[in-house]
């Protein structure tokens, strides 16, 4: 599989949860799912869903100004409403809501003015169509995936209902939005309900790059991906190939009021460092009120992120997977050549930073946004047996409020030591 290299050089996404669910602020889908809500509670949603205030455009200039190279938006979540107006159910915002239009379109259009590649989230499951909950996978791993809305009973499956939906329903909508909106990005959710030969993942995957065969996968294809998602954490092991971490700006997905525990611009700036640094993309997630506004607060928390980016664009663009950890105490990157290393210093230093493992010999170090150059030495080692000293490097005279970033310039192209030392 073949990654399409806008993806793997764009570090930043923006992930927008946005749907009838931010009406009553409840969870998205889940709420009547799980049983919080009845389902006739949550579709009443649909009376107070108006996207009055939706202008894509200010969206748009808001996700380029917080770094983003990309955005995805939630065309259809798990409760089976569509953003757009589709011919395939007549659950949608532009035939049931006061928005009465699509939203999608207008969406596509303002992240392409601002050169912002398009993603279009759709969730595989539909927990409201009448003909998704009629075969039973062959094997439920997850436990509360038992549930009326997406099976039926033991017993009483009907095979045809469900090929219908997957045709008519799951299919259609698909190429309403492959031929609408001409994404760059599909982000698939919700395929753990079934298996992959009941939801035809490999010829799924087929006509769509028949379709449009430069067009972006996630990996929720159950192996039949373009790239690793993992969610809420740095993995600690980050997956061998192209991968992108989606991460809520508050606790919550789609807007709820009561959702305050909004983090930092620090916590972001080190989760997206330390994505960067492990060669993966964030995807940081937003989600507007009904009528298409975005709280003050994550507005806030994208522009803090962007104002860091341009001070330290040098590490991020074009830059590539740095070191493991243990030879620097944070996350680093490196120049597209090889022959420059970033260090990102999350606390100040008191007296200097140290690189292990390093077989170059460092040129010039200097800090990214203040441009002042730093002293070092190498401490130890065995040269003899080609087994580097430690790199120390004099601390800086002002450090980021956030993250100081060190450049060094090296001799040639990177070489690390992994070896236990000389004995």
Known sequence: MTMQPWFTEAKLGVFVHWGIYAVDGVPESWSFFGGDLTREAYMKQLGGFTASRYRPEDW????????????????????????WDTERT?????????????????FAEALRRHDLRVGLYFSHSDWSHPDYPTVRP???????????????????????????????????????????????????????????????????REEILERRPRTVLNGRMLGHGDYATPELGVPIVPPEGPWELCYTIGDAWGHQPRDTGHKSVTELIRVFTETVGHGGNLLLNTGPREDGTIAPEHADRLEGLGRWIRRHQEAVHPTERGMPYGHHYGPSMLSRDRRTLFLVCFDPPRRFVEVRGLQNAVRKISVLGTGEELGHRVVGGFPSRRVPGVVRVDAPTLCDPHATVLALELDGEIELYRGHGAG
């Open 60 to 83: 748009a200039r808001l996700f380029a100004r917080a770094g983003a190279k990309y955005a995805v938006l939630t065309t259809k979540h798990h409760d089976g409403v569509a953003l």
């Open 138 to 204: 062959s094997s439920l791993h997850r436990p509360w995936v038992d549930n009326r809305f997406a099976m039926p009973a033991p017993g009483e499956e009907e095979p045809e209902r469900w090929e219908h939906f997957l045709e008519h329903v799951h299919r259609g909508q698909i190429r309403e939005l492959l031929s609408r909106y001409r994404p760059d990005l599909l982000w698939f959710d919700g395929a753990w309900e079934r298996d992959e030969r009941q939801w035809r993942m490999k010829e799924l």
């Open 90 to 106: 007549e659950l949608s915002v532009a035939a049931r809501t006061p928005a009465a239009r699509d939203l999608v379109g207008p």
